[in-house]
């Protein structure tokens, strides 16, 4: 029996039967046993670059021989942190940005819901403090982002968290809008979007969605926050998701593909006039932060990261590719069992599973796992199948995928049939 405790699980259906990964290599990964499958999810979203890159392992293994660890507090920092900090800086559309570097993405939400507080406390409106996020959305499992967060299962019997939140329709800027005139523009810090929902389900924007965010946030003067800890680094195509749309938000939250998961990292991307009131004059303190900010060895595994990204153009390889992910998904809204196909923004989409089929039976987490008895490994998410490849992945992997759902489903529906 494991003594393993693994995160948003039932650990009752996996204790002492977990799926050992054991070793992973481009987009491929074998367990323990030896089997091979498809990493059609990146891991969690993660690894852009593909698995098995040794440069960044090097550059790790460097790191930690000249400086294995050192905080950031007070005047101290390390070389790669200040140099990630300034290539972040440069590469986000972000007015005069400034970075704070944390583990990761969940850390990074608490990070920026604090300082849309505390930036209109030091501007001499601490009444502006409520906070919007979005139906379906997940933002990390601290305290603001479960708040925050639209995914109600996430919210139970866990009582009261952070209060001054409230959450809209995640596609109806009119519900947005309302909402902003309910509670009055005054009283409102900043509304949290995820360009794409991720956990949600894989869901996209309406045409014109972020645009419009990002014209109400302006006229009202809301603090608009993307959330793009999934959709950056190349998932959308793109550094960040806000160049795909053209926008310019206030802050940025980052995380996964900084690193393409070889490491653990975070942070805000917050803009010049966000960072003025503490950075300028006499300056303020911003009292937060985590022992690991800035890690000097995640920090180098960062700069690696996008390096290669760069040099092998898989920013444009992702908008390439995302048109052949589309099409490959396609046909299995031929099936009775599919209801939908999301997909077509970037190398992200989810098979959508038809009412009647889970109502007969054919369960989200039973095609999960069939699929990926037949070598391909999804997400299950709600009523879906999530898929985000590394954008490392080939026209000719990506037809794995489909194949392997369309078999996966008919398994499950031929099962459930012997059994009924």
Same mark, same amino acid.
């Given at each position: 029996?494991?003594?393993?405790?693994?995160?948003?699980?039932?650990?009752?259906?996996?204790?002492?039967?977990?799926?050992?990964?054991?070793?992973?290599?481009?987009?491929?990964?074998?367990?323990?046993?030896?089997?091979?499958?498809?990493?059609?999810?990146?891991?969690?979203?993660?690894?852009?670059?593909?698995?098995?890159?040794?440069?960044?392992?090097?550059?790790?293994?460097?790191?930690?021989?000249?400086?294995?660890?050192?905080?950031?507090?007070?005047?101290?920092?390390?070389?790669?942190?200040?140099?990630?900090?300034?290539?972040?800086?440069?590469?986000?559309?972000?007015?005069?940005?400034?970075?704070?570097?944390?583990?990761?993405?969940?850390?990074?939400?608490?990070?920026?819901?604090?300082?849309?507080?505390?930036?209109?406390?030091?501007?001499?409106?601490?009444?502006?403090?409520?906070?919007?996020?979005?139906?379906?959305?997940?933002?990390?499992?601290?305290?603001?982002?479960?708040?925050?967060?639209?995914?109600?299962?996430?919210?139970?019997?866990?009582?009261?968290?952070?209060?001054?939140?409230?959450?809209?329709?995640?596609?109806?800027?009119?519900?947005?809008?309302?909402?902003?005139?309910?509670?009055?523009?005054?009283?409102?810090?900043?509304?949290?979007?995820?360009?794409?929902?991720?956990?949600?389900?894989?869901?996209?924007?309406?045409?014109?969605?972020?645009?419009?965010?990002?014209?109400?946030?302006?006229?009202?003067?809301? =603090?608009?926050? /993307? &959330? !793009? @800890?999934?959709?950056?680094?190349?998932? %959308? $195509?793109?550094?960040? #998701?806000? *160049?795909?749309?053209?926008?310019?938000?206030?802050?940025?939250?980052?995380?996964?593909?900084?690193?393409?998961?070889?490491?653990?990292?975070?942070?805000?991307?917050?803009?010049?006039?966000?960072?003025?009131?503490?950075?300028?004059?006499?300056?303020?303190?911003?009292?937060?932060?985590?022992?690991?900010?800035?890690?000097?060895?995640?920090?180098?595994?960062?700069?690696?990261?996008?390096?290669?990204?760069?040099?092998?153009?898989?920013?444009?390889?992702?908008?390439?590719?995302?048109?052949?992910?589309?099409?490959?998904?396609?046909? =299995?809204?031929? /099936? &009775? !069992? @599919?209801?939908?196909?999301?997909?077509? %923004? $970037?190398?992200?989409? #989810?098979? *959508?599973?038809?009412?009647?089929?889970?109502?007969?039976?054919?369960?989200?987490?039973?095609?999960?796992?069939?699929?990926?008895?037949?070598?391909?490994?999804?997400?299950?998410?709600?009523?879906?199948?999530?898929?985000?490849?590394?954008?490392?992945?080939?026209?000719?992997?990506?037809?794995?995928?489909?194949?392997?759902?369309?078999?996966?489903?008919?398994?499950?529906?031929?099962?459930?049939?012997?059994?009924?």
């Amino acid at each position: 029996m494991t003594r393993l405790w693994h995160p948003f699980t039932n650990m009752a259906t996996v204790a002492g039967r977990e799926f050992v990964v054991d070793r992973a290599e481009g987009v491929w990964v074998w367990t323990e046993d030896g089997q091979r499958l498809l990493d059609a999810t990146g891991s969690l979203w993660y690894v852009n670059v593909g698995h098995g890159r040794v440069e960044i392992a090097d550059a790790v293994r460097e790191q930690l021989v000249k400086l294995d660890s050192y905080n950031i507090f007070n005047d101290y920092a390390n070389r790669p942190a200040l140099e990630l900090a300034d290539r972040l800086a440069g590469l986000a559309p972000v007015a005069d940005g400034h970075v704070f570097l944390t583990p990761g993405g969940g850390d990074g939400i608490e990070t920026a819901a604090k300082l849309a507080r505390r930036f209109w406390a030091v501007e001499g409106a601490p009444e502006r403090n409520h906070l919007i996020g979005r139906a379906s959305a997940f933002h990390g499992a601290g305290g603001f982002g479960t708040t925050i967060g639209g995914i109600e299962a996430n919210l139970q019997d866990i009582g009261p968290l952070v209060g001054g939140v409230s959450r809209v329709a995640y596609d109806s800027l009119d519900d947005l809008r309302a909402e902003i005139e309910r509670l009055g523009s005054e009283r409102v810090a900043a509304v949290f979007v995820e360009p794409v929902v991720g956990a949600g389900g894989v869901l996209p924007p309406p045409a014109g969605y972020i645009e419009g965010v990002a014209a109400l946030c302006a006229e009202t003067g809301v =603090l608009f926050v /993307l &959330d !793009e @800890v999934i959709c950056a680094f190349g998932r %959308l $195509g793109h550094w960040f #998701a806000a *160049e795909r749309f053209g926008v310019e938000p206030d802050m940025i939250v980052f995380a996964k593909g900084v690193t393409s998961g070889y490491q653990p990292l975070g942070g805000v991307i917050a803009a010049g006039r966000l960072a003025a009131p503490f950075w300028t004059g006499d300056g303020d303190y911003f009292r937060t932060g985590q022992t690991y900010s800035g890690h000097p060895a995640c920090c180098a595994a960062a700069l690696v990261n996008l390096d290669i990204i760069e040099r092998e153009g898989l920013l444009a390889r992702s908008r390439e590719l995302e048109g052949v992910l589309a099409d490959a998904l396609a046909p =299995l809204t031929e /099936l &009775d !069992e @599919v209801s939908e196909v999301r997909a077509g %923004l $970037g190398l992200m989409a #989810a098979v *959508e599973l038809a009412p009647e089929a889970i109502g007969a039976g054919i369960t989200v987490p039973a095609v999960f796992e069939a699929t990926r008895a037949e070598g391909v490994i999804t997400r299950p998410l709600g009523t879906s199948l999530g898929i985000s490849p590394p954008l490392t992945i080939t026209a000719e992997e990506i037809g794995l995928i489909p194949a392997a759902i369309g078999v996966a489903i008919e398994a499950v529906a031929k099962a459930g049939s012997r059994a009924g």
